[in-house]
Each structure stands twice: as structure tokens, then as C-alpha cells.
């Protein structure tokens, strides 16, 4: 059982930045590979970026490649969004999501463990 808890959301002005948290519980952290997806009012939830068990591969949507990066830590049982060069379409509730298995990083229904969410608005 992995339990995650993200952080870091809120207000940015575009063209700002946030970095958003995901804090994991459980000693297998690292056995796990970690994603990160997002889902506006009335849309479907959608994949932003992944990375791999040891964080040597990193995956990112097309809108997001270049500004955002994601990184982890297994140390601390954390995973990272740093989120530049903000648009207002990138206002979302983002989630951090586990997996275990090696393929499939951009389905959701692929994903073990999710977090709760935490809201990311941009303003124009």
C-alpha cells in the first residue's frame, strides 16, 4: 500500500512557475515508478509527465515538454513537478500517481496509487 500526498499548488501569474510535492508513504518508494497528471473542469484527466523506478527515464506530454520537469527523490520518498513558463491552460487539479509495472506511463488506469490533488491556477 502506497499513500501519496501532493503540495505546492496555487496561484501563478502566467509565465510564472510552481513546484508541486508528492509526498509517499512506505518503504518501497522506490520500487515504484511515479506520474503526474491533471484535469480541468469538465474534461478527462490527462497524463503530464512520468519517470522511472531509479529516475533514469522521464516521460512528458507534448504541451508540457520544455517547461515542465519532473524529478524524484527516493531518499525522501518524494516526487517533483517544477512547472515553468506557466499558461493558463495549464490550470488543473494535478495528481501524482504509482505504478509498478514498465509500460504504460501515460494511462491512467494504469496507475496503482493516487493522490488527492492539488489545484494549480494560472492566471493571464
Known amino acids: 500500500q502506497v499513500q501519496l500526498v501532493e503540495s505546492g499548488g496555487g496561484l501563478a501569474q502566467a509565465g510564472g512557475s510552481l513546484r508541486l510535492s508528492c509526498a509517499a508513504s512506505?518503504?518501497?518508494?522506490?520500487?515504484?515508478?511515479m506520474g503526474w497528471f491533471r484535469q480541468a473542469p469538465g474534461k478527462e484527466r490527462e497524463f503530464v509527465a512520468a519517470?522511472?523506478?531509479?529516475?533514469?527515464?522521464?516521460y512528458y506530454a507534448d504541451s508540457v515538454k520544455g517547461r515542465f520537469t519532473i524529478s524524484r527523490d527516493n531518499a525522501k520518498n518524494t516526487v517533483y513537478l517544477q512547472m515553468n513558463s506557466l499558461k493558463p491552460e495549464d490550470t488543473a487539479v494535478y495528481y501524482c500517481?504509482?505504478?509498478?509495472?514498465?509500460?504504460?506511463?501515460?494511462?491512467?488506469?494504469?496507475?496503482?496509487?493516487w493522490g488527492q490533488g492539488t489545484q494549480v491556477t494560472v492566471s493571464s
Open positions: 500517481a504509482a505504478k509498478r509495472g514498465p509500460t504504460g506511463w501515460g494511462i491512467p488506469s494504469r496507475y496503482d496509487y
Open positions: 512506505g518503504r518501497t518508494f522506490s520500487s515504484y515508478a
Open positions: 519517470i522511472s523506478f531509479g529516475g533514469v527515464s522521464t
